[in-house]
């Protein structure tokens, strides 16, 4: 981490209160060091990051960073909070901030400084270090690394101990374990529940060797390296890669964040399961056994949970599925706005294209997000079969959603065909094959075999059956009309405000999503209800700063200003702030103001092609004027009654007294965490 960081980039008394007040902050002297080019344009790639997920950490830290265009050297930068600013850690604030800027393109070195920095964060020494240094400078070089902390004795480096020494000294090897770690962005969590495997093990005198998959790829283990060791942990939060390598092992299969709390535990229950003989049954479709101890949830559940799995599969498909969805929905609407709705029974613009017409261009935007429609259904059953049994799986996950298409089945029958050509990759990778066959097996035999099965059960078996009912739930939502389309918009508004991002609010928006594959009236109302209901949680948040002051701290009325421009922008985790520090109140008011949103959605028969875009495709909403009256009926809502019980919360202790104000505040902080 050498000539990353220097003094000056170093600030020990950080006085921001905010997260994009500190990104700001440190950004400046990013920019006095010449390396940031632009200032604002680099704040909002920090923050485009950060609302993808938050950067906090366990431990009072937080690591907002991004690649940027506008950043010419890779950089870190450093500052202290005496008062903790909030990162989205589930512990609470953070005092050790590290802005992490790398430029556009420059994967390694992104991935290079994260992954050095979250591993170094693992040891309590430096962190106590950087909480004591006063000293930029010496606080600059303990981060480069030239000044680091108590190194260990000789034979802890090396991963040995008395025990071991004693062990080998008789002729006995070491207890050897490989392991695999990752989180879903592969950066921060991985490295560091890598380090605490590999620093439990030399404590315990275990040879750990860990594979980290990350965002930017990952090293595979050495074959004779996973063939030695006599147990496996698995430390993630996503599916593990080629699985099938660490098959006819003992398997400790948890969450990542296990990894990181609790090494020690998890490497002796390796050590018991190899010692009774547990061998996981492994394959490149299944994760195994697995204890299903993740903290927090995790991989390590998932493999407990078929609901919980299949869910994960669905949702792997629609992500691949969304970037579709966007670019042609939104290049269909606009082919509308410009052209009108008859441009879709345009001529093809390959043989009547005319440079000077407005409906040429309309035509062209309509063809070109047609064909990008078009992939819809093949995409998402390839992608839910890659994430049930990987590679191997996507061929036949594709031919099956392109036979959905052909025998008019629709998104139901893109669901069934990925879930299909899964479970049939999944079977055939069971049967035991000569070992001169397992080259061609992935490449050749199971695609070619997979198939053809899927084919045939596609054409033949389930086909029409699934038409039949894409046929009837169409009909359905076309002919929503009065209470049921009223009914419908409740559920989606309520769904979309109870945890702001979370699983629910996925289901709702991938069931919205979903419908815009092969789009009809009733779906894109549906697509509507939902867009509108999301933006009522921030948007609430904001105005209830804004009318309320003293109800919220200076911390929240920062966020709320934040809130109008993620409400605005269908960023419904921009109330999350909001809901951790307070959430039995402000959840039931934002869900009240959800379902009131969606409901009024549905009733005024807006309609709604884009996927996402908030205000910005407003121009292109069906009856945009009573769309946008939703919305703010709904903020309305939910900012009243936010507004309400909050102050009925803080009159109680008034009457109570100073001590009862003590005690709400204290039950407020237990909730919160």
């Not at 600013?85 to 430029?103: C, H, M, R, S, T």
């Not at 929905?329 to 294209?353: C, P, R």
């Amino acid at each position: 981490m050498s000539e990353l960081i220097t003094a000056e980039l170093v600030d020990l008394d950080l006085s921001a209160t905010t997260k994009d007040a500190a990104a700001r902050s440190l950004a400046e002297r990013m920019v006095a060091a010449h390396r940031v080019t632009d200032l604002d344009g680099f704040l909002a790639d920090v923050a485009a990051r950060e609302a993808q997920m938050p950067t906090g950490l366990d431990g009072g830290i937080g690591i907002p960073h991004c690649r940027s265009e506008h950043v010419n050297a890779p950089t870190l930068a450093f500052g202290r909070s005496a008062a903790g600013i909030g990162f989205g850690a589930a512990d609470g604030p953070a005092d050790l901030i590290f802005l992490i800027a790398a430029p556009a393109g420059a994967d390694d070195d992104h991935l290079t400084i994260l992954s050095g920095l979250a591993r170094r964060l693992m040891d309590p020494e430096f962190t106590a270090a950087l909480r004591a240094g006063t000293d930029p400078a010496a606080v600059a070089a303990l981060i480069r690394g030239e000044e680091p902390t108590e190194e260990p004795a000789a034979e802890e480096e090396a991963g040995e101990s008395t025990e071991p020494e004693t062990a080998e000294a008789a002729g006995s090897a070491p207890f050897r374990i490989v392991a695999v770690t990752s989180c879903p962005t592969g950066i921060a969590h991985t490295y560091m529940a890598a380090e605490s495997l590999a620093a439990a093990g030399r404590a315990e005198g275990v040879e750990v060797t860990v594979e980290t998959q990350g965002s930017g790829g990952f090293k595979k283990l050495d074959p004779a390296v996973i063939a030695a060791a006599d147990a496996v942990i698995w430390a993630h939060d996503v599916e593990v890669r080629e699985k099938a390598r660490f098959r006819n092992k003992p398997l400790v299969d948890v969450g990542v964040k296990a990894g990181i709390n609790r090494p020690a535990e998890l490497i002796a229950e390796a050590r018991r399961k190899a010692e009774r003989g547990e061998i996981a049954a492994v394959s490149e479709a299944d994760g195994g056994s697995g204890s299903g101890s993740g903290d927090g949830g995790g991989s390590g559940a998932d493999h407990a949970h078929f609901g919980v799995r299949l869910r994960t599969y669905l949702m792997s498909g629609v992500s691949y599925m969304v970037p579709f969805v966007a670019a042609g929905g939104l290049l269909i609407a606009l082919s509308f706005a410009i052209g009108g709705y008859e441009i879709a029974s345009a001529k093809s613009v390959a043989d009547h294209f005319v440079w000077g017409e407005a409906d040429s261009w309309a035509a062209l935007l309509n063809q070109i997000g047609s064909a990008a429609f078009a992939f819809l259904v093949p995409v998402l059953a390839g992608y839910i079969a890659y994430g049930m049994a990987d590679r191997p799986a996507l061929v036949p996950g594709f031919v099956g959603g392109s036979i959905a298409l052909t025998v008019n089945a629709g998104f139901l029958g893109g669901l069934v065909a990925g879930l299909l050509a899964g479970a049939v990759v999944m079977a055939i990778q069971r049967v035991p094959v000569h070992a001169t066959l397992r080259g061609i097996m992935p490449v050749l035999v199971i695609p070619l075999i997979a198939s053809a099965v899927v084919g045939f059960l596609m054409f033949i078996v389930v086909g029409k059956p699934i038409a039949s009912l894409q046929n009837a739930l169409t009909d359905w939502l076309n002919g929503l009309s009065g209470s049921n389309a009223v009914i419908l918009g409740v559920v989606l508004g309520l769904m979309m405000c109870f945890d702001m991002g979370g699983p629910l609010n996925k289901v709702a928006y991938a069931f919205a999503v979903g419908g815009l594959a092969d789009p009809t009236d009733g779906s894109l109302k549906v697509m509507a209800a939902v867009m509108a209901a999301g933006m009522v949680p921030p948007l609430a948040m904001a105005l209830a700063t804004t009318v309320r002051k003293k109800l919220f701290t200076k911390t929240e009325r920062e966020n709320g200003r934040a809130a109008w421009v993620l409400g605005a922008s269908f960023i419904t985790e921009g109330a999350i702030p909001f809901a951790a520090a307070d959430p039995l109140r402000v959840i039931p008011s934002v869900m009240a103001g959800g379902a009131v949103t969606g409901a009024l959605s549905m009733a005024f028969g807006a309609t709604l092609r884009a996927p996402h875009g908030g205000v910005f495709v407003v121009p292109l909403i069906g009856e945009p004027f009573l769309y946008l009256l939703a919305i703010a009926a709904g903020t309305l809502v939910a900012t009243a009654l936010v507004v309400l019980l909050k102050g009925a919360r803080r009159a109680a202790p008034d009457a109570a007294g100073e001590a009862g104000a003590t005690g709400s505040d204290d039950s407020r902080v237990t909730v919160a965490a």
